[in-house]
Structures are given as C-alpha cells and as structure tokens.
Nanobody, 127 residues
C-alpha cells in the first residue's frame, strides 16, 4: 500500500507561481516513478508531468513545458511540482500518483500506468 497526500494548492493570479508537494508513505518511495495529473470541471483527468525513481528522467505535457518543473526528494519521500507563469487554463484539481514499476527509467504519462492516487489539491488561477 502507498498513501499519497498533496498540498500547496490555492488561489493565485495569472502569471504567478505555486509549488505543489506530494508526501508518500507505505512503500520504498525511492524505488518508483511519480506523476502529476489534473482535472478541470467537466473535463477528463490529464497528464501534467512525471519523474522516474531517480529523478534522472522526466516528461511533461506540451501545455506545461517550460513553465512547470517536477522534482523529487527521496530522502523526504516527497515529489514536487513547481508551477510558474500560471494561466487561468491551469485551474484544476491536481493529483499525484505512484507507479510501482520498481527502478524503471521510464516516466509514465498514462493514467492506467499508475497504481496509487492522492486525494487532490485545488489550484485556481484568476485572470
């Protein structure tokens, strides 16, 4: 079992920044990949960013490339999403997820590849 708890969401003006955190517990955090997804009202959940177990491989959705940065601190069992130059279209509930494919170099970008999910944190960007 893996438990994931997101934090750091909130209300920010367009052009501003937020940093989301996701704290993991229950299994060896340093052995598995992590991802961030988001879901806006009336839309499907979509991929945002992913990072492999070591942090050496990352992937991003085209819509956030150059603005968002995913990182992890395996000593703290935490993955982060730094969001800069935020736009109103970034408004969504953001979820972190864990893919228990141990020590894979792959940073997965599909929902079905993930085994555990957090409860989500709301990010609202005002124009």
């Amino acid at each position: 079992q893996v438990q994931l708890v997101e934090s750091g969401g909130g209300l920010v003006q367009a052009g501003g920044s937020l940093r989301l955190s996701c704290a993991a517990s229950g299994r060896t955090f340093s052995s598995y990949a992590m991802g961030w997804f988001r879901q806006a009202p009336g839309k499907e959940r979509e991929f945002v960013a992913a990072i492999n177990w070591s942090g050496g491989n990352t992937d991003y959705a085209d819509s956030v490339k150059g603005r968002f940065t995913i990182s992890r601190d395996n000593a703290k069992n935490t993955v982060y999403l730094q969001m800069d130059s935020l736009k109103p279209e970034d408004t969504a509930v953001y979820y972190c997820a864990a893919d228990l494919s141990y020590y894979s170099d792959y940073a997965p970008s599909h929902l079905y590849e993930y085994d555990y999910w957090g409860q989500g944190t709301q990010v609202t960007v005002s124009s």
